[in-house]
């Protein structure tokens, strides 16, 4: 099964999703190579301090999305790392569907470049995010390994 048709299935539920999905409630609802989307309902269950949503969080739906568009595009003996992300916040979010859409800019054959734009229900930019990955090259379990 190739990276796409692995995405394909998690959307679906044929494959499990990822544990921090769980966690913080998000689901995967578009993939195509190169691009995802991801959607949560952000409620006071996720707020900081100030009472809007933890800003960690609308960065961790945006890692996510850029992540999985990444993953679309990579071979079986590849998986990738994050080795820099940036967000723009752009408004606070108190209670909202949202909508990250990850998309991959350009892929050369150690570096990728991604970006994200997360969205409130009324459809209204809400943070924007970049974000580079590093292919890690020669692992076919397509897990990575804690070195000790």
């Known amino acids: ?22 966690v913080l409630g998000f689901q995967v609802v578009e993939v ?7 959607e949560m309902e952000a409620s006071d269950r ?9 800003g960690g969080i609308l960065c961790d739906i945006a890692d996510a999305a850029m992540g999985y568009a990444f993953v679309t595009t990579l071979s079986d003996d590849e998986l990738f790392t994050t080795v820099e992300i940036k967000f723009n916040f752009l408004k606070p ?7 990250a859409e990850g998309k991959l800019i350009k892929k050369g054959s150690t570096v990728g470049l991604l970006e994200c734009h997360v969205y409130d229900e009324k ?14 090259k020669g692992n076919p379990e397509r897990k990575r390994v804690q070195l000790k």
């Open 32 to 38: 195509e190579e190169g691009r995802v989307v991801i």
């Open 1 to 22: 099964m190739s990276r796409l048709e692995g995405m394909k299935k998690m959307m679906t539920g044929e494959v499990p999703i990822a544990p921090v999905a769980e």
């Open 123 to 136: 459809g209204s930019l809400v943070g924007h995010s970049t974000s580079t990955c590093m292919i890690l």
């Open 46 to 54: 996720l707020h900081n301090p100030m009472g809007t949503l933890h």
């Open 93 to 99: 979010i108190f209670k909202s569907k949202l909508r």
